[in-house]
């Protein structure tokens, strides 16, 4: 199973949301080039990053930050945070970004997820960030009255390379993602699921492992390490084990 450690980018630092809440957000010490370093270091292959400054205004706010990083550290990285436009899609891509993650603006206007996906083969990943079983958009402030399994039948054939499922009632919680509900997304997606939102301990991972489907891809962890509740010594060892 991938192990995805997590870079939410805001102001030039790292940070981290409790269910998306900017109003409601941790700051850490280190730069986003210094964890990604530490990460390197530990021998962690994958990255998740989020430009929350992208999330808010729609541009590419951290293109620079996240060029040095792929650059410097030869990490495979996903990254997302308002991704509007095929011109923002093409910018990461150029620089070298493994996927694009594309999130409310795919799920409001699905011919361009099926557009990005054909200009833009295999490094498109689709997130989708669902509450009670329906997705949510715009930083999750607004509810898109649709469900999350009917609307992923809609767009299954578009060509989308990634699913990362996030459960909003967990995301920044740390009590463990909703493995119920990406079990179900994961039997439904044709492509490969990225487990998101909730993990707080090494258990959840090898959980998550238990979980026994191979539509099930990886996991995103971040607060945890953060916090310091996840080790990442202990971390890389479930990258082999």
């Known amino acids: 199973m991938k192990i995805f450690p997590a870079i939410d980018i805001k102001d030039k630092k790292c940070v981290r949301l409790i269910k998306g809440d900017f109003d409601n957000k941790t700051e850490y010490e280190m730069s986003p080039m210094e964890q990604a370093g530490k990460y390197k270091e530990y021998g962690f292959k994958n990255l998740h990053m989020v430009d929350l400054d992208g999330a808010l205004t729609g541009e590419t706010v951290n293109l620079n930050i996240i060029q040095e990083i792929v650059k410097k550290f030869d990490l495979k990285i996903e990254v997302g945070g308002g991704v509007r436009s095929i011109d923002s899609i093409k910018k990461y891509a150029d620089v070298g970004v493994e996927k694009v993650i594309l999130g409310s603006a795919a799920i409001k206007d699905k011919n361009f997820l099926k557009e990005a996906c054909e200009k833009f083969p295999n490094q498109i990943a689709l997130s989708l960030d669902a509450k009670n079983g329906y997705l949510s958009v715009s930083g999750w402030k607004e509810n ?13 054939d578009f060509g989308v390379s990634r699913l990362i499922y996030t459960d909003i009632n967990q995301d920044g919680m740390k009590q463990g993602p909703n493995f119920v509900e990406t079990y179900k997304v994961a039997d439904t997606s044709t492509c490969p699921v990225i487990i998101s939102g909730g ?29 310091g509740d996840i080790n990442l010594d202990e971390l890389v060892k479930e990258l082999d084990a």
Not at 204 to 225: F, Q, W
């Open 199 to 227: 993990v707080s301990s090494i258990d959840d991972i090898k959980k998550a492992k238990e979980l026994n489907n191979k539509n099930i891809e990886g996991i995103i962890v971040g607060k945890a390490i953060y916090d």
């Open 144 to 156: 898109s009255n649709q469900l999350t399994l009917d609307f992923l039948k809609e767009v299954n």
